[in-house]
């Protein structure tokens, strides 16, 4: 394939690379059909450079290559897409640069060769591009945007109106209402306001190119049946390349863009399913639209027409998508028939939609319970901290344990009945319960105990039989197939770390590196793994490594609290490995209030870097040759002040928690018993 597209902060890279021609086609020939039926061979070698292609032959490899692909692409289209596509097989694509420093495209990375490929006129460069979508060219793709880009930029929008075409509609007024909607967005969210919006007409005919060459292309197709407006509609194209910078901009759209069905498709997308709000009456009736975005978000199911959220097909497909959907269908609500139903079809999170009654309704929970575990997720919060109202869904369902509170997980009583009903909760349980329950060590992974209770359970089941000829009921857990046995995931991780990485000096370089590397797991684990590290401060009682190095001449063991006792450390080591959902970094230590002061004022960790002056003559006579040396040489003395990371400050008389994502909060571990 050639190459690839992807982001990065916002801004879309190229970089080549991707699957090649695979063995067993190497050496043959590929036939493509356009449109119009003529027939185009390639080697397999450059056929496979489209992802398309490559994706369709590996697919039908069974067949050979007798089979001809056909495709919706104009002949004219087709002629220069081989021809790209022979080209590149022997020479490699271009890296184009973004942003783009130039409106030169041979500044910007492309090689003479794709210059020249596309300094074409612009209904053919808009079919190119058409045609890279389609067949899954990503080098073609992006050498055509970039060109658009440079062809379009620094041009007013009246300008690349009429270069491009584009049939004026847009009254002035309702270009007012679209430069004042847009650019207060912009302003609100930071953004370079497009005050002349000539930036949106540029997209603005990028897109109604691409519309316009999709139209040619499927002229008596359903897909381009979709297009409600004309593609060189100056008013709808402006209005569209606005919503899809910003969906918001759809509420001040007129009724025309408002009705647009695949614009509407974008915003959806692009809002998590928030746009639906500002479609048009006859759009939030189109069930596929609303199931779309209900989706992405349960809430926005709010926004059907009542038709469809009273329609009892249509909100059974909502809940299954986000139980919260059942929310805005107060016909079902209070309905138990339509919950169960639910439960029984494995959509158990309709339950938080239905009503406060049924929430609280313990019988009716506990039947769902035994249909879909993730029903107890969803009751009422009386019942979710009630021990007994626990052990009786752990009776029915024992997975449902995996939605209990973190103290029924770690509660010996609920796991033992949980387990027992499906040894497969144990996945969810803590780890201590999980030893004591004898399904550690070389029985981690559940085989023995799961193995043990299906046997119990098919003896049950014969002996049942023996007593009654009529009752042919399996074991309750016995399943037809293989068993599928579980993994134990690690639950829970605690690193030992230290406040050197925030405070560390320069003779702590290898110390500091693993400190950080330590800090780095619970942003890796988390949330799949409970992890937390506690950075140690200076600890005494003589124990430690401080201790150790220097013991009674330690400059901090004449002074009053300036250590860590070793009832506080065993309150730190109590909070961050005794329970679950700490906080990421457990920085326990102490500080007096001058630099508990210093260390909180807005200009922490900026430390002016004085060298004396001998410390300066003798780095003077420093040989530097050698390459490495030169450029640590140019750092330090570029560098104007050493910065050590801010963190959280300390009194005497409090040990302190910091998580660093949020520098405000903080938490006093001498609370926690």
């Known amino acids: ?40 061979e390639l080697p397999a070698e450059a056929a496979c450079l489209a992802g398309r292609v490559r994706s369709l032959l590996l697919e039908h490899r069974e067949h050979g290559l007798e089979n001809t692909l056909r495709f919706e692409i104009k002949r004219d289209t087709m002629t220069k897409v081989c021809e790209y596509l022979k080209h590149h097989r022997e020479h490699s694509v271009s890296e184009i640069i973004t942003p783009l420093p130039s409106d030169d495209l041979r500044d910007c990375g492309a090689s003479r060769w794709d210059c020249s490929f596309v300094n074409v006129d612009h209904d053919l460069l808009f079919d190119l591009g058409f045609a890279a979508t389609t067949l899954g060219i990503p080098s073609l793709d992006f050498l055509v945007n970039a060109k658009i880009a440079c062809a379009t930029n620094n041009k007013s929008a009246d300008k690349l109106r009429k270069e491009y075409k584009m049939i004026n509609d847009l009254p002035a007024a309702e270009e007012a209402e679209l430069r004042r909607a847009y650019t207060n967005l912009q302003k609100t969210q930071g953004e370079e306001v497009d005050v002349d919006l000539s930036r949106l007409a540029a997209a603005s005919v990028a897109q109604s190119g691409m519309a316009a060459a999709k139209q040619k292309s499927l002229p008596n197709t359903e897909e381009s049946g979709k297009a409600t407006l004309n593609p060189k509609s ?46 048009a009456p006859e759009l939030r009736s189109d069930e596929d639209l609303v199931l ?74 506990l039947e769902m319970i035994i249909h879909d575990p993730v029903c107890y997720k969803f009751a009422a919060e009386e019942l979710r901290v009630d021990k007994e109202f626990a052990l009786e869904a752990a009776k029915r369902n024992g997975a449902s344990l995996k939605f209990m509170p973190s103290n029924f997980q770690a509660d010996f009583d609920v796991v033992q009945v949980a387990v027992a009903r499906d040894p497969r909760a144990a996945a969810h349980a803590h780890p201590a319960r999980r030893t004591e ?19 119990a359970q098919a003896e049950a089941a014969r002996k049942l039989a023996a007593e009654d000829s009529t009752n042919q009921v399996g074991p309750r857990q ?35 590196a693993a400190n950080a590397f330590v800090d780095l797991f619970p942003y890796r684990l988390r949330p799949e793994v409970d992890s937390s590290v506690i950075m140690w401060g200076a600890v005494g009682g003589g124990i430690g490594m401080r201790w150790k190095a220097f013991g009674e001449k330690d ?43 210093y260390i909180l004022m807005p200009t922490a960790g900026q430390i002016p870097l004085d060298i004396p002056s001998q410390e300066a003559k003798a780095a003077e006579t420093i040989d530097w040759s050698e390459d490495s040396k030169l450029r640590d040489k140019e750092a330090l003395q570029s560098l104007a002040i050493v910065d050590r990371r801010g963190f959280s400050a300390f009194d005497r008389k409090s040990i302190w928690v910091m998580n660093p994502a949020q520098a405000q909060f903080f938490l006093w571990v001498p609370a926690v018993r």
């Not at 050639?2 to 890279?13: D, P, S, W, Y």
């Not at 999170?349 to 406060?356: K, N, V």
């Not at 009053?560 to 906080?583: E, G, N, W």
Request: charged residues 20%.
């Open 555 to 597: 400059e901090l063991w004449g002074q009053d609290d300036a250590m860590l006792s070793v009832d506080d450390a065993t309150k730190a080591v109590r909070y961050a490995c005794a329970r679950m959902a700490c906080v990421p970094l457990v920085m326990p230590s102490k500080f007096d209030e001058q630099s508990r002061y």
């Open 1 to 40: 394939m050639a190459g690839e597209i992807f982001e990065v902060q916002g801004c879309l890279k190229f970089g080549r690379g991707g699957p090649s021609c695979p063995s067993e086609l190497r050496g043959r020939t590929v036939s493509i059909e356009c449109l119009e039926g003529n027939t185009f």
């Open 234 to 279: 100056w008013r709808k194209n402006m209005w569209s390349a606005a919503v899809l910078k910003d969906w918001q901009v759809l509420a001040d759209a007129p009724p025309e863009i408002q009705s647009d069905k695949p614009l509407l498709e974008c915003a959806l997308r692009a809002s998590q399913g928030r746009a639906l709000k500002h479609a």
């Open 478 to 512: 016995l399943q037809s197939g293989p068993i599928a046995y579980t993994t134990m995931k690690l639950m829970k991780v605690v690193g030992f770390s230290a406040g050197s990485t925030m405070m560390g000096n320069l003779g702590q370089g290898n110390y500091v």
């Open 292 to 365: 779309l975005a209900t989706g992405f978000l349960g809430e926005a199911f709010e926004f059907a027409s009542a038709e469809l959220r009273s329609s009892r097909g249509c909100v059974m497909k909502a809940v299954a998508l986000h139980g919260a959907a059942l929310k805005h269908a107060e016909a079902f609500r209070g309905d138990k028939a339509f919950l169960l139903e639910a439960a029984q079809k494995g959509f158990g999170g309709a339950l938080q939609g239905a009503s406060r009654t049924l929430q609280e309704d313990r019988a009716f929970v």
């Open 437 to 455: 329950l004898g399904m550690a060590a070389e029985d981690a992974l559940g085989e023995a105990q799961m193995q043990q209770e299906y046997s």
